[in-house]
């Protein structure tokens, strides 16, 4: 079974704060993603990665930077937290593209960041 | 620009009915779509595809219709189970190799 975790379900913190998530795959996936789940806003990408220290914007990269230094795992960061940044955190590994037909992505459970 | 729109955010049926989830999209450059579930404090996992070379895949309960000439898709589950009671997402992949998702469909199954 594929395993995707993210070191946090919930974390809170305060306005300005660097704060980091984790994400870690166990299925040697190339791809890694990293979203944010709104009401009403559905999921969005912020960041991608299809491999090791490599790394592409999505829709909404501003406020987050990342980090992927190796294969399994990938970092959400964001430099100085806003309360605008409360939202749930998704973070998918995937295998490439086999051709013109994408992979599944697997999702972790989520982390759930509350900016006070 | 919303590139893929689901315009019901909720949807109610009663058990063993059909549940029929509609998406439409905007960019011809999609040819594969996806639909995710997810229940509440879980990720969203992965339910049925199709490519756009197809009109139609089935697993199960689960049909995926597309119409490409309207750029509309929609999700039949038959019969629906309490079970499926969740929010179902649609996603298109394209030439940019990312998946675009939509807001999301809060599905409920009454008994």
């Known amino acids: 079974d594929v395993k995707v975790t993210q070191s946090s379900r919930y974390l809170v913190k305060r306005t300005g704060e660097k704060v980091f998530l984790e994400c870690v795959q166990d299925?040697?996936?190339?791809?890694m993603f990293w979203y944010r789940q709104d009401p009403g806003l559905g999921l969005r990408l912020i960041y991608f990665s299809y491999d090791v220290k490599m790394k592409e914007k999505g829709d909404i990269p501003e406020g987050y930077s990342v980090s992927r230094e190796k294969k399994e795992r990938f970092s959400l960061i964001l430099e100085s937290a806003s309360t605008n940044q409360t939202s749930m955190y998704l973070c998918?590994?995937?295998?490439?593209?086999?051709?013109?037909?994408?992979?599944?992505?697997?999702f972790g459970p989520g982390t759930r960041l509350t900016v006070t | 620009d919303q590139q893929v729109k689901q315009n019901s955010p909720s949807l109610s049926v009663q058990e063993g009915r059909i549940s029929i989830l509609n998406c439409d999209y905007t960019?011809?450059?999609?040819?594969?779509f996806l639909w995710y579930k997810k229940y509440p404090a879980e990720g969203p996992t992965f339910l049925i595809s199709i490519s756009s070379i197809k009109d139609k895949n089935e697993d199960g309960r689960f049909t995926v219709f597309l119409n490409k000439s309207a750029k509309h898709l929609s999700l039949h589950i038959v019969p629906s189970q309490p079970g499926d009671s969740a929010v179902y997402f649609c996603?298109?992949?394209?030439?940019?190799?990312?998946?675009?998702f939509g807001k999301g469909t809060l599905l409920t199954v009454n008994p």
């Open positions: 960019n011809s450059m999609f040819d594969y």
């Open positions: 299925m040697d996936h190339e791809n």
């Open positions: 996603a298109a992949w394209g030439s940019n190799y990312k998946l675009t």
């Open positions: 998918a590994s995937s295998l490439p593209p086999r051709g013109r037909k994408p992979n599944e992505q697997y």
